[in-house]
């Protein structure tokens, strides 16, 4: 067989090879994660602060070492838009929700689940 054959083929193994570890990296990222927080990025919510929410919730993460175990996900309009802000945890609406008292409210619930 021909050296330049035997290099393409050496290069496309490399490729797949690396390939499957950002694969399996991601899974392993996925199963430790037990904590999903979607928060809206609808219009309503954006007025209402939703942006510095996520800079807020990123910083409290960062700062208790949360970052393997809760995730920020965007999501479009929960139907929250006249009760606050929309911001579900692990599925479940956090009821009341504003920029001033998310952490309050979301300290109860990340105490159960973590
Ligand atoms: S726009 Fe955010 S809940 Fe409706």
Redesign the pocket.
């Known amino acids: 067989m021909p050296q330049s054959k035997i290099n393409r083929l050496k290069q496309h193994w490399k490729h797949l090879i690396s390939l499957k570890l950002i694969f399996i990296n991601n899974l392993r990222k996925e199963e430790t994660v037990m904590v999903t927080i979607e928060i809206?990025i609808?219009?309503?919510?954006f007025v209402k602060g939703s942006n510095e929410v996520v800079e807020l919730l990123k910083n409290y993460i960062a700062e208790h070492h949360l970052e393997e175990k809760v995730q920020l996900k965007g999501a479009f309009?929960?139907?929250?838009?006249t009760k606050g802000?929309?911001i579900k945890v692990n599925g479940k609406i956090l009821e009341g929700a504003t920029l001033y008292n998310v952490v309050d409210l979301l300290e109860p619930e990340l105490k159960e689940l973590l």
């Open positions: 809206c609808g219009s309503s919510c309009c929960m139907g929250q838009c802000l929309g």
